[in-house]
């Protein structure tokens, strides 16, 4: 391995540890989770209420500069070869959606999709959750 290689390893290996601590701490517990990122168009928060292997409620705030015709989650455990029916969402007010009963099948790392529908096409936001 080259010097470039090595380097390129060594942050590489020091962001994913980080990553995970950051979510073994997060999920730690009975409390729910807030996640937030933003797309091109939207900024969208993610509440879990209980990062638990069963089902659990999701809800979503979207906020930007146009209004949202849909939001849908799709969980999902890639690493291995999980992928759970999606979830639709009820309006919960003003830029709130919610999914009750979303299935996370066990314990690990899951990613939780929110795809976002507006009058100019569709997002994608995906959230890392650590479910224990």
């Known amino acids: ?7 390129v ?3 590489a290996t020091v962001a994913v540890v980080a990553g995970a601590v950051a979510l073994l701490t997060a999920g730690s517990g009975d409390a729910g989770v807030a996640l937030s990122s933003s797309t091109s168009r939207h900024s969208v928060r993610l509440v879990v209420d209980s990062p638990r292997a069963g089902t659990t409620a999701i809800d979503v705030e979207v906020t930007g500069e146009s209004s949202v015709d ?3 989650i799709e969980p999902a455990m890639p690493h291995m070869g999980h992928a759970v029916r999606p979830a639709t969402t ?3 007010g003003r830029g709130r959606y919610r999914a009750e009963n979303v ?5 690990g790392q899951w990613e939780i999709t929110v795809v976002v ?6 997002e994608r936001v995906i959230f ?3 479910v224990s």
């Open 70 to 72: 849909g939001v849908r």
């Open 103 to 107: 299935l996370l099948e066990m314990s």
């Open 117 to 122: 529908e507006d009058a100019r096409g569709t």
């Open 128 to 130: 890392p959750l650590l």
């Open 1 to 7: 391995m080259t010097r470039p290689q090595w380097i």
């Open 90 to 92: 009820a309006p919960a």
């Open 9 to 11: 390893a060594l942050v």
